[in-house]
Structures are given as C-alpha cells and as structure tokens.
C-alpha cells in the first residue's frame, strides 16, 4: 500500500509511527488495483505488452503491438487497445524535463498580490506584474518568480490553500485591461473605491467584491469572441465544473459538505439543473477565467516567468467537488518536526489517494501541470517530495503523528517531463526540509532544478549545483533585513513563538560571511553584498526577493500563526511604480547583473 511505518527525520532520528496512526491510514488508503489503469514508458523504450493489440496515439494514429510496444512511439498520451476489448491509458514521456541550454539567468521573487502600483485595485495585479516585468528587465533580470495564481476563495489569504489549481484567482485580473473597462463611467467609479482601499494591508475581500462588480458591469456589454469560445471548448468539463461551483457558491453558504446532497459533488443529481438553470453566470465565470488566461499568456511574453503550483487544496475547494473520488478522506498533508518548526506542519489540504490517482490515468495531475505551464518559462513544484511521498496528518492526531505514504514516482515525474516537454518550460522542484537522497538523484536524473536557499545550504553559493534555482530566503522564512535586524526573532517572541535564538544567531553568521560584511554593516550594505555572493553561484538561476530589496524586515507569511499576523497580507512599503526611485533595488540588481556575467 505504500505506508511507511518509520522514517528518519531533518536531525537524523529515526521517528516510529504510532500504531493509532497506521490504523487511521491504512483504512482510508486504497490498495493498488492489480490490472493496470496506466502505462507509463519512457521514449525510445519498448515494454512488453500481453494481450495488447494494438496502440491508439493521441494524433489519431495507431501502430500494432505483437508481444512488445514499438521502441519508436512518439511522446504523449496514447491508448492500449487490449484483446479484450479493455482500453488502458499509455503514457509515453521523455527522458528529461526541457532545460534552455545554457540556461543562467536572474530575476526577482515576487509576492504579486502585494507588489501594488497607483492603479491597482487595492491588490497587486497581472497589470501590475506587466509593470514590474518592464522594470525588472531595465535592470537585467530575465525572470519573475511568483506566488501562486490558483483561484481561491474571497476571504483565504494564503496562496497555497486555494480552491482551484487548475484555475485562477479573479483577484489577479487587470480591470483596466478588459475591454471597455476605461470608457465605462461605472467602472471608473468602482476604480475609485478600490483605489482607496487600506494602503497598510490587503483587504482581499473588499478588493474582489469591487472587481468582481466591475467584472459584472463589463460582461454584460461583452458581444463575444472567437477566441473566447475556443478557449472554453478547449478546457471542456474541467472549467465548466469550476465555473458551475463559483455559482453555486454564490447561491449556498459554506462549501459542499453543508450543501444540500444533491449538490455535494459535480456529478451530483441537481448540478446540471443548476447549471441550466444559471447558464449565464457560468458563462460569466468562464469567461473570468479566460481573461486571466489571456493576462497571463500576454505576461509570458514580456518576462520569462515562473509560475508556482501549491502542494493541494482546500478541501471544501472546486478541485475536490470535481474530483472527489481521486482524494483521501480523513487525512491532511503536513511535515515533520524540524529546526524551523518544532511542532511539525498541517497544512489542512487533502492529499490525493496515489492508486486512485493512478486508476483515473494521472489526468487530475495532468491538468494541474497544463495549467501552470500556460504563459510560463518555468514551473515551480512547491514541496516537491510530494511527488515521492506525502505525510499524511490523520484527523484528530497532530503532526508528530504523522505518517508517510508512497507515491509512484517514478510515472509522476514521467508525467511533470512530459508536460515540460510540451510547454517548452523548465522545472523547479522546491525540495527544502527533510528530503530523503532518493529525491535529489531523481530530480537530477530528470534534469529538474534543486531549489537551493542560503538560510539552508552550509557550502557558499559557488559550491551550489548548476541544476538549481539560488535564493537567500522564502515567502515563508525571515528577510535578510529580518535576520540582519533581530525583527524576525523579536516578532516571533510577540506571538509567542518561543524561536530558536541558536538557529538565529547561527543564520545572522552566515549571512554575515556571505555578505563579506562587518557584524555592524548597515542592513543595505548586507543586501547588496547576500545578493552579490548569491550571484556568483554556478546555479542556472538566481533569484532576490522584492522584500529583501527594500529591506522588509517582516516575512510575508509565519508559520505557525493564523489570525495573530496579516499573514499574506502585507504589501510592499514601495509602489510598483517607484521600484526605480529607489537605490537598494537598483543596487540588488547590478550585483547580480555583475555576477552572473
């Protein structure tokens, strides 16, 4: 079943899992089927095939089988056309993910949400990233990283608890990119409101209440597109289930385990008669999201751009209303102890069930990497070990009673080099925290790239793989400015944190060496000289964080704390708009410009 009964975690202890705990997965894990739903091959390979006649390829092709599969099938998604008539899904991946050759590039982190200009609508936007994407590229940079763009409810903060993967959040959409928006006197007036908006956080809520008026106001002048219609036939039953749940979002409290059963799933007998019923706000919401998807394609073309895929869902989410049958029930996904959270992790999301995953085809995982893919040079997989295992929290238990299950890695990474493939994109596999060897051979074996952290790493930037993205810190571990300060330390003691003032002491150390600095040296000087080392790495990418560069003492998310902070929630001290009238920016820039060659 793949359950893990012990494993070693960050300090090198073995951890034992609780008979309690083994009983709770174990009964809501699935066995692997014994007939084979999917194939997975690698090109070039041939694998024997019993009572196999012949192979279906997606392009409508087919070719015999006798005995073997043909070593020459092309990569892609085929079908097995068995004796008896049974049909089993062919997956055909390269080797490697696609990497650029001579791939050595930097760019800048970015928290979109809160990188905002003058005209942003409270929340930094894809108009906003256009923006920050022509200012990075005066300075240099070839890349923007940034948070996750999966939709999520109005009221969740945090970009890695959304309701969708394989759709976006309406609060990224640029009003005053659609059109009629600018010659519309009721959307400027909706601009206005937003415009005045609290500067010191972001008020989600408010924000997409007001884009969503606006969003409405201009649908109802829409007169249709070609380019519309292609796109909502092209994503098929996938955006009509996430289009018909934002309805009946909109028409019942809560999430689908308080709706009435006949709703509490997308197959569910009274969906369709609602979607009937309210053809025209379903069509709305498609077209919401074909917006974004335009915003975002146009946003590729400006900045190479790497988009960030979250490790799962929320579980009253659109995804796991479409798909119930492919999640586990009764467990959530989480992490071990470790230095930086003694306690452990749960992140409250559902994890997939790995053998139902598999018995559906992989097309759930398939569709999640299509999405971030779409307008992208690079994809971000966020806790990538989950491609090998997950640790599975069971309800009522915490996170030191967590388990480990398995995941069939190896057809999981055929799928990611696939997709790369097709998307012509590179992959980031953030692998931070207890990461078992296995994971970094594979990753390397597939040409993925190592997510590389100074806060982490004890060798100095230029002893970094060339197969990895550089970075000091994250979204969810202290600024330089925070480290360099004593802020992230003092701050985690007003929340009661109870930090590890060794760990701290230990991380101002090194970057204090990194930065070749005096332990007195002004926090800008630090900056500058973190980021001047980072770019010596031999690593492909290089990136700075936008906090780092106007010397953000607060980290936008900490760990451990819900209400005490506005965690995901702060916005940049410095407009989009004056990035360039600021000298620390620029500074972080020619460091790296100057590294890198």
């Keep these: 079943m793949g359950i893990e009964t012990s494993y070693t975690d960050g300090a090198g202890r073995r951890r034992v899992a609780s008979d309690a705990a083994l009983a709770a997965v174990a009964e809501v894990l699935s066995e692997p089927d014994e007939r084979d739903a999917v194939v997975v091959v690698r090109a070039g390979e041939s694998a024997p095939a019993p009572g196999v006649g012949a192979v279906e390829t997606e392009d409508g092709g087919s070719a015999p089988v006798d005995g073997d599969l043909p070593p020459d099938l092309p990569t892609g998604y085929h079908e097995l056309v068995h004796a008896d008539g049974r049909r089993t899904r062919l997956v055909v991946a ?53 948070n996750p763009l999966h939709a999520a409810a109005a009221d969740q903060p945090s970009p890695y608890f959304p309701t969708s993967r394989c759709f976006r959040n309406p609060l990224y959409v640029c009003v005053d990119d659609v059109p009629g928006a600018r010659d519309d006197d009721a959307v400027a007036a909706l601009a206005a409101r937003a415009r005045a908006l609290p500067r010191d956080r972001i008020a989600r809520v408010e924000a997409h209440r007001l884009k969503l008026a606006a969003l409405e106001r201009l649908w109802e002048r829409w007169r249709g597109s070609a380019s519309f219609d292609r796109y909502r036939a092209g994503q098929g039953r996938a955006l009509e289930d996430f289009a018909t749940f934002a309805t009946i979002s909109e028409l019942h409290a809560g999430g689908p385990r308080s709706w009435p059963a006949e709703l509490a ?69 989480g992490a ?46 966020d806790h990538v070990m989950g491609l090998f295992r997950l640790f599975w929290v069971p309800a009522g238990l915490g996170p030191r009673d967590g388990v480990y299950v398995r995941y069939p890695h190896r057809e999981l990474l055929a799928v990611v080099a696939l997709e790369s493939e097709r998307a012509g994109a590179y992959v980031v596999g953030e692998d931070l925290g207890t990461v078992e060897p296995l994971v970094r051979e594979e990753m390397a074996a597939h040409s993925m790239l190592s997510y ?60 204090r060496d990194a930065a070749g600095v005096a332990d007195d040296a002004p926090v800008e000087d630090v900056v500058e000289g973190a980021y001047r080392a980072l770019g010596a790495a031999r690593s492909a990418l290089a990136i700075a964080t936008l906090e780092d560069a106007l010397a953000v003492e607060r980290r936008p998310n900490q760990p451990g704390t819900t209400d005490e902070r506005p965690n995901w929630s702060l916005p940049l001290p410095v407009p989009v708009d004056d990035l360039d009238r600021h000298s620390l920016p620029a500074r972080v820039a020619r460091a790296l410009t100057e590294a890198r060659g």
């Design 94 to 146: 390269p080797r490697r993910c696609h990497v650029p050759a001579g791939l050595r590039a930097w760019g800048w982190a970015v928290q979109l949400y809160a990188a905002r200009s003058r005209a942003s609508w409270g929340v930094g936007d894809l108009g906003d990233a256009r923006s920050l994407a022509r200012w990075a590229r005066a300075g240099g940079a070839e890349v923007v990283v940034l």
């Design 265 to 333: 799933h997308a197959r569910a007998s009274g969906v369709e008669r609602v979607r009937r019923a309210h053809a025209g706000r379903v069509a709305f919401h498609a077209w919401v999201q074909w917006l974004l998807d335009e915003q975002v394609r146009r946003l590729g073309r400006d900045v190479g751009v790497v988009h960030d895929v979250a490790i799962g869902v929320d579980p009253d989410g659109a995804d796991r209303w479409a798909e119930p049958d492919v999640f586990a029930d009764g467990v959530t996904v």
């Design 336 to 381: 071990p102890p470790d230095a930086f959270n003694a306690g452990g992790q749960d992140w409250g999301v559902p994890p997939y069930d790995p053998w139902k995953l598999r018995a559906a085809g992989y097309e759930p995982f398939v569709r999640t990497l299509r999405a971030a893919f779409a307008g992208a040079a690079g994809v971000r997989i």
């Design 452 to 511: 590389r952290l100074l806060w982490f790493e004890r060798n100095e930037p230029r002893a970094y793989p060339k197969l990895a993205l550089a970075a000091v810190t994250n979204h969810d571990l202290p600024t330089i400015a925070g480290v360099w300060t004593g802020a992230d330390v003092r701050e985690q003691r007003a929340l009661g944190l109870e930090p590890d003032e060794d760990v701290a002491r230990a991380l101002r150390d090194r970057l």
